[in-house]
């Protein structure tokens, strides 16, 4: 069985892949798979959701990776019961670990973006 954590680090590393390439390789990972499968679904709404809510920034300027673990959290946030503090404090780690060039600017940012979601989805 896998933790909650290896499923989103699986999840994120498919949405990476889909947006880079078009396409996932997808392994025995059934429960990353079917929210992979989720966050597709809602695709549409989640990207509305953060476009609205950057300032001076658009969607596409972000990072594969960055928007790969800005659209898990969102998804998370909008569509499962995970409160969003344990939600947002995920997205932090996996930008730390995946996406931060020594400097913590861009694990600021996530915080900041998915901490204004969070406030605006109540």
Known sequence: MQTRHEIR???????YQQDLRGDIVVEEFKESYDTYQAVLAHLA?????????LVN????RLSFVDRAIIRLAVYEMMYTDTPKS???????????????LDDEKQSAFTNRLLDNIAKRLG
């Open 45 to 53: 709404e989640i990207d509305q959701m953060i476009s609205s809510t």
């Open 9 to 15: 680090i699986e999840t994120m590393t498919f949405l």
């Open 86 to 100: 344990i939600v947002i404090n995920e997205a932090i780690k996996l930008t730390k670990a995946y996406s931060n």
């Open 57 to 60: 920034y658009t969607l596409e």
